[in-house]
């Protein structure tokens, strides 16, 4: 699959996930670590609350049970790759954050070539 292929082409998820990715009430929360998604369907949504990392605009992993436990991408995974507003705003966090990184990391050595 090329890297430009759409995430959830890249993710190949089942069928049933990517229909529950589609219909649950997700919440989004980015973070420093990635975007924390809360399931808003259970009746305690705090204790369905997982993070998801991004790695090369890809949602990489999840700390999810079924991450770990199953073969391919989480319903969570799923749930951030085709919102593509949450998706993009999580690139973008990371790309300002690894700027600053570097920035710093320059400031604090400013004779390294």
Known sequence: MSPSAH????????????????????????????????????????????????????????????????QGACKHRVAVAIRTSVLEAACNAQRIRELQTSGVQAAANPLAP
């Open 7 to 70: 995430p959830i082409e890249r993710l190949e998820p089942t069928q049933r996930t990517l229909r529950r990715a589609q219909y649950e009430a997700f919440e989004f929360e980015l973070v420093a670590q990635g975007v924390l998604v809360r399931n808003a369907s259970h009746a305690n949504p705090e204790a369905h609350e997982y993070l998801v990392t991004i790695e090369n605009g890809l949602p990489h992993s999840c700390r999810c049970p079924a991450d770990e436990h199953h």
